[in-house]
C-alpha cells in the first residue's frame, strides 16, 4: 500500500466510518479496488503519481466503467488529498455514503450510524 492508502486504511478499518466494513486491495472481477464496502457497492480509490500518465488513467477509466456496470460506485481521492486534508477526504466519503444510503432504503444500517445524518 501506498502512505495514502495507509493513512486512510486507517480511518476506514474495524468499521470506524459509520460502522460500515470496507476491505482493503479487494479482488471485484478481475481487477483490484484500493478499497470496498460491499453492503453500499462502493469502492475508493487513491490515485497516486503513477496515476498522472495518460496509459494509466485510460485503463483506470476502462476499469472503472466495467466495475460501475457491475453496480460498483466510485469515489476518487489523489494521493496528495488523502496525505495533506483527510479531513475533506472523511467528508467526502461520508457524504457519499449518505447519499447511497438515502437512495437506497433497503441498505441495513449499522447499529453505530447515526440516523438522524439521513434528516439533512
Known amino acids: 500500500m501506498t502512505y495514502g492508502e495507509v493513512l486512510l486504511w486507517n480511518e476506514l478499518k474495524r468499521n470506524k466510518l459509520f460502522g460500515f466494513d470496507f476491505d482493503r486491495q479487494r479482488c471485484i472481477d478481475n481487477y483490484i479496488v484500493d ?29 472503472q466503467k466495467k466495475l460501475e456496470k457491475l453496480g460498483v460506485r466510485f469515489i476518487r481521492f489523489s494521493e496528495s488529498e488523502v496525505k495533506n486534508d483527510m479531513m475533506n477526504v472523511l467528508r467526502g466519503i461520508e457524504g457519499i455514503l449518505v447519499d447511497i444510503i438515502k437512495s437506497n432504503p433497503s441498505i441495513k444500517l449499522p447499529k453505530e450510524f447515526d440516523a438522524s445524518l439521513l434528516d439533512s
Open 35 to 63: 478499497f470496498y464496502c460491499k453492503e453500499l457497492l462502493l469502492a475508493i480509490e487513491i490515485d497516486g503519481m503513477s496515476h498522472n500518465n495518460e496509459e494509466t488513467f485510460a485503463k483506470d477509466e476502462i476499469r
